[in-house]
């Protein structure tokens, strides 16, 4: 069963820093691109940032670019977001997602973890 | 960057009716390369649709995509009562893979 569990979420001042990451398991996790998606509180999807199954090529919205770092590390089967300079519209559930085809960067995103809470405040 | 649009906002129905929602890109979108998902509160999203009119796996035969270009419906052929939920289209054919703002179902 394929399963991915984030984890880092706090509340961290404006300005700060953070690194969440995804726990993936249940199939081949260096067969597929991964993806960072958030979502404010009562708002849509926005996405974030995605990283491609061997890490060679990484994508980010205009709205992070300069501030966040994707990563991973296969040998763990696992996925981080860096977020540097955090402001207040950060705020949002942030959740992994699977690209859907291996070996592929341009994939719908079949499987979602259940998201972790970043709050940026003062 | 391809801006994606959905209408309507909100779609007030009842179940056993039909449902068509509508997404439109701003530039055509490459390969047809358009979702949709479903989601429902305090859930993650669900894949519905991919390549623009794929059903994914496990995903009833009621829920139908159409669509190519900058022109995409996701229709549903009669509404359940577990459809009631908000659907996003999102483009994957390059990045940014925006999504659009929603379509939110709810029961008349």
């Known amino acids: 069963e394929v399963q991915l569990v984030e984890s880092g979420g706090v509340v961290v001042q404006p300005g700060g820093s953070l690194r969440i990451s995804c726990a993936a398991s249940g199939f081949t996790f260096d067969d597929h691109t991964m993806h960072w998606v958030r979502q404010a509180p009562g708002k849509g999807l926005e996405w974030v940032s995605l990283i491609s199954w061997d890490g060679d090529s990484t994508y980010y919205a205009d709205s992070v670019k300069g501030r966040f770092t994707i990563s991973r590390d296969n040998s763990k089967n696992s996925l981080f977001l860096q977020m540097d300079s955090l402001r207040s519209d950060d705020s949002a559930f942030y959740y992994c997602?699977?690209?859907?085809?291996?070996?592929?960067?341009?994939?719908?995103?079949?499987?979602w973890g259940q998201g972790t809470l970043v709050t940026v405040s003062s | 960057e391809i801006v994606l649009t959905q209408s309507p906002g909100t779609l007030s129905l009842s179940p056993g009716g039909g449902a068509t929602l509508s997404c439109r890109a701003s530039q055509s979108v490459k390969s047809n390369y358009l979702a949709w998902y479903q989601q429902k509160p305090g859930q993650a999203p669900r894949l519905l649709i991919y390549g623009a009119s794929n059903r994914a796996t496990g995903i009833p035969d009621r829920f139908s995509g159409s669509g190519s270009g900058t022109d995409f419906a996701l229709t549903i052929s009669s509404l359940e009562p577990e459809d009631f939920a908000v659907y996003y289209c999102?483009?994957?054919?390059?990045?940014?893979?925006?999504f659009g703002p929603g379509t939110k179902v709810d029961i008349k």
């Open positions: 997602a699977r690209g859907d085809v291996p070996v592929q960067v341009f994939a719908p995103s079949d499987f």
């Open positions: 999102q483009h994957y054919g390059r990045s940014p893979f925006t």
